[in-house]
């Protein structure tokens, strides 16, 4: 590896999300997009950091992933199957769990998503579609 690659991976990185411009991630299975800034990703191990807002009344319904993340809410509060979290809870979702989550109907939330490899979605529907 030579010197120059190394300073590069060694560098402080900082980002200022509020001038950053949102993005989109949309959902192909849910006919729908999110609108995220991607703060960071890891090509070698898939891990990423991206702040994202789910809009009020919008739910992520039943689903799983391979990977395990994490959600840091900021603003708003951020309902799930298991209960409703408002600003500085972090929630944690392992790999494979059966989850739901989104805003509540009457505020958008907006929260940092962490996963802990390559980000992956498998809804519930798309299971029972193929019976």
Known sequence: MSDESTKKELEL????????????LYIEQLKTGI??????????????????T???GFTN???????AHGMYVLD???KT????????SFVWFPEGMLME?????DNDVTLLFITNKPFDIRYTFEDEEQK
């Not at 319904?61 to 990977?67: A, E, I, L, S, T």
């Open 13 to 24: 990185q900082s980002i200022d999300t509020n001038t950053m411009p949102w993005g989109e």
């Open 35 to 52: 609108p995220v800034k991607e703060l960071i990703s890891d090509p070698d191990t898939g891990m990423s950091v991206l702040k994202i």
């Open 54 to 56: 789910y809009k009020a």
């Open 61 to 67: 319904v039943w689903h799983r992933h391979n990977c």
């Open 76 to 78: 708003g509060i951020l």
């Open 81 to 88: 199957h298991a209960g409703s979290f408002g600003p500085g």
């Open 101 to 105: 989550h989104g805003a509540t109907q």
